[in-house]
């Protein structure tokens, strides 16, 4: 018997995000605290983040990375917007370009720089 869904709920109760980790090799979404602890991003069932193409995958990324901006880090649990918000179309554009297929770690700063370009 494997583990067929992995559901995390966001971070522990203190814990802020500093940044996404995109880990492609294992196709693999973490968040990193200030402190330097890894968790996994909580996606809901169904829902799972990906990267490079338009789709759900990337919409499901950027309504979250959207949602972390938005509370400067401090909301983390598992969710997108609120009803009838849309993310920003160009958070959303760079979690569909190529520019966000490769493993990398950036910073909450550097997300709220992609809604400047």
């Given at each position: 018997?494997?583990?067929?869904?992995?559901?995390?709920?966001?971070?522990?109760?203190?814990?802020?995000?500093?940044?996404?980790?995109?880990?492609?090799?294992s196709?693999?979404?973490?968040?990193?605290?200030?402190?330097?602890?890894?968790?996994?991003?909580?996606?809901?069932e169904?829902?799972?983040?990906?990267?490079?193409?338009s789709?759900?995958?990337?919409?499901?990324?950027?309504?979250?990375?959207?949602?972390l901006?938005?509370?400067?880090?401090?909301?983390?649990?598992?969710?997108?917007?609120?009803?009838?918000?849309?993310?920003?179309?160009?958070?959303?554009?760079?979690?569909?370009?190529?520019?966000?297929?490769?493993?990398?770690?950036?910073?909450?700063?550097?997300?709220?720089?992609?809604?400047?370009?």
């Amino acid at each position: 018997m494997g583990i067929h869904h992995l559901h995390t709920f966001g971070l522990r109760a203190d814990d802020v995000f500093a940044g996404p980790v995109i880990d492609r090799t294992s196709h693999v979404f973490w968040i990193r605290t200030p402190l330097g602890a890894l968790s996994l991003s909580p996606e809901r069932e169904g829902r799972g983040y990906e990267v490079g193409y338009s789709g759900g995958g990337p919409y499901a990324l950027a309504e979250y990375m959207h949602k972390l901006i938005d509370s400067n880090g401090r909301d983390t649990a598992v969710g997108g917007l609120p009803h009838g918000q849309k993310p920003d179309p160009r958070i959303l554009a760079w979690a569909a370009s190529a520019e966000a297929t490769h493993t990398q770690e950036l910073t909450l700063e550097q997300l709220k720089a992609f809604q400047s370009r």
